[in-house]
């Protein structure tokens, strides 16, 4: 599914910079719930969602794009 290349990278990026789906939800203002599903491809991450992950996480919105998404 092509929405998992999105959650495993913010997953990668989450554990990354030390943070739990609770902590990082909470941060985000979305239930658990919403951003397990993203983390496990049953949701895509809307445009104004990957800003607050990036925003949070303190990277760029361009180091969440799965490869393959960039060309």
Do not use: C, H
Request: charged share 40%; net charge negative.
């Amino acid at each position: 599914m092509e929405t998992d290349k999105w959650g495993r990278r913010i997953r990668a990026f989450r554990k990354l910079k030390g943070y739990t789906q609770e902590e990082l939800a909470k941060n985000l203002k979305v239930s658990v719930s919403i951003l397990g599903e993203i983390e496990r491809g049953s949701r895509l991450p809307t445009d104004s969602f990957l800003n607050d992950v990036a925003g949070l996480l303190e990277i760029k919105v361009d180091e969440l794009t799965p490869p393959e998404d960039k060309e």
